[in-house]
T-cell receptor, first 111, second 115 residues
Framework: DAKTTQPTSMDCAEGRAANLPCNHS???????VYWYRQIHSQGPQYIIH???NNETNEMASLIITEDRKSSTLILPHATLRDTAVYYC????????????FGKGTHLIIQP | DTAVSQTPKYLVTQMGNDKSIKCEQN?????MYWYKQDSKKFLKIMFS???????INETVPNRFSPKSPDKAHLNLHINSLELGDSAVYFC??????????????FGPGTRLTVT
């Protein structure tokens, strides 16, 4: 069963920042927060992960609250190609553990 | 170059048949996975192999048998196919680093339809 809570769907205007929230209140101290997305009919794509500090890469930024019970994925300038289902999860990662995907957030970028 | 590739992309077969799906990764990773995505779009881990050894088997029926001939390949063989096996199957790979932080790379998926 998924251990995270995300909104079912969100809309965002093209060119604006898309902020996707995730609650992960059962996260343990050594688990990372991971974000993946799945564009229609494709395999999931890794976006970013973090432990405590905020992280940024070429795709997105990840803001993790101080108590680590929630996080926000930020796509700074959303494009139509960012329309996808976004999954948040927490896992030790780096090992042979599979990922537990929840229902995710269907982000729709509006032109 | 494709990082994680799967063949075939589409597979249509009848109940009771046996079929295989192949997966190859050229990322030099030592851990590979099979996931199943059903019609409701839930994505679930089925198996995980690390250095050709089975690490995870998530209560998958024994009609499903993964085989890893080497670190770059993980094949999935399915015996006596049933209607409920219809789904999209994704292969993935990652590098086991012994510490948290490894991301997974997914293949394009194989859409299996059992009639």
């Amino acid at each position: 069963d998924a251990k995270t809570t995300q909104p079912t769907s969100m809309d965002c205007a093209e060119g604006r920042a898309a902020n996707l929230p995730c609650n992960h209140s059962t996260i343990s101290g050594n688990e990372y927060v991971y974000w993946y997305r799945q564009i229609h009919s494709q395999g999931p794509q890794y976006i970013i992960h973090g432990l405590k500090n905020n992280e940024t890469n070429e795709m997105a930024s990840l803001i993790i609250t101080e108590d680590r019970k929630s996080s926000t994925l930020i796509l700074p300038h959303a494009t139509l190609r960012d329309t996808a289902v976004y999954y948040c999860m927490h896992t030790l990662g780096g090992g042979a553990d599979g990922l537990t995907f929840g229902k995710g957030t269907h982000l729709i970028i509006q032109p | 170059d494709t990082a994680v590739s799967q063949t075939p992309k589409y597979l249509v077969t009848q109940m009771g048949n046996d079929k295989s799906i192949k997966c190859e990764q050229n990322l030099g990773h030592d851990t590979m996975y099979w996931y199943k995505q059903d019609s409701k779009k839930f994505l679930k881990i089925m198996f995980s192999y690390n250095n050709k050894e089975l690490i995870i088997n998530e209560t998958v029926p024994n009609r499903f048998s993964p085989k890893s001939p080497d670190k770059a390949h993980l094949n999935l063989h399915i015996n006596s196919l049933e209607l409920g096996d219809s789904a999209v199957y994704f292969c993935a790979s990652s590098q086991f680093s012994g510490r948290p932080g490894g991301e997974q790379y997914f293949g394009p998926g194989t859409r299996l339809t059992v009639t």
